[in-house]
Antibody, heavy 119, light 103 residues
Framework: EVQLVESGGDVVQPGGSLRLSCAAS????????INWVRQTPGKGLEWVAS????????YYADAVRGRFTISRDNAKNSLYLQVNSLRVEDTAVYYC????????????WGQGTLVTVSS | EIVLTQSPATLSLSPGERATLSCRAS??????LAWYQQKPGQVPRLLIY???KRATGIPARFSGSGSGTDFTLTISSLEPEDFAVYYC?????FGGGTKVEIK
């Protein structure tokens, strides 16, 4: 089955860190750009970060640059998001999302992992 | 930075009616715009890309149009399963969403 499965979400205090993971299966992971997209409870979608097929290019939203790091291990069909210096406003469901062409259209979403930042 | 503005925020319609959703870009995005549907408790689903191309498995009642800065998603006759939130997207920018609710 073609799927993305995220894990690693948790409740963490402001200033804390987490490592989110996304396991891909059913397709050739190394052929795709992958994005992290987040959604705050009851709110809309927000792009967080992108990584090229071979990991050589990475891009970040202004709101997370310098605090979050996207990476991948194609041998393990896995994507990661290291999130540091967490803020209350980072509370969201984090999705990994497969991009199917140059314009960041997403044709496959994981089920999401919830990050809650609260004291 | 491109900003996408969706209107209306909420659309109240009955099954069988036509739904017309709007997405306006702060600058031209040519035809590089996608639409997604998200139902409660579910992940977004790609409906339309490149402004007017239906994604795999999407019913013909969904259609997209527009170019430049003004785009429209049309649902020709609402089915009960179409009541959801719809988002437009261009690259890393998402619109704020339109909720289509049952009247």
């Amino acid at each position: 089955e073609v799927q993305l499965v995220e894990s690693g979400g948790d409740v963490v205090q402001p200033g804390g860190s987490l490592r989110l993971s996304c396991a891909a299966s059913g397709f050739t992971f190394s052929r795709y750009w992958i994005n992290w997209v987040r959604q705050t409870p009851g709110k809309g979608l927000e792009w967080v970060a992108s990584i090229k097929e071979d990991g050589s290019e990475k891009y970040y939203a202004d709101a997370v640059r310098g605090r979050f790091t996207i990476s991948r291990d194609n041998a393990k069909n896995s994507l990661y998001l290291q999130v540091n210096s967490l803020r209350v406003e980072d509370t969201a469901v984090y999705y990994c999302a497969r991009v199917f062409n140059t314009y960041d259209y997403v044709d496959l979403w994981g089920q999401g992992t919830l990050v809650t930042v609260s004291s | 930075e491109i900003v996408l503005t969706q209107s209306p925020a909420t659309l109240s319609l009955s099954p069988g009616e036509r739904a017309t959703l709007s997405c306006r870009a702060s600058q031209s995005v040519s035809s590089y715009l996608a639409w997604y549907q998200q139902k409660p408790g579910q992940v977004p689903r790609l409906l339309i890309y490149d402004a007017s191309k239906r994604a795999t498995g999407i019913p013909a009642r969904f259609s997209g149009s527009g170019s430049g800065t003004d785009f429209t998603l049309t649902i020709s006759s609402l089915e009960p399963e179409d009541f959801a939130v719809y988002y437009c997207q261009h690259r890393t920018a998402f619109g704020g969403g339109t909720k289509v609710e049952i009247k």
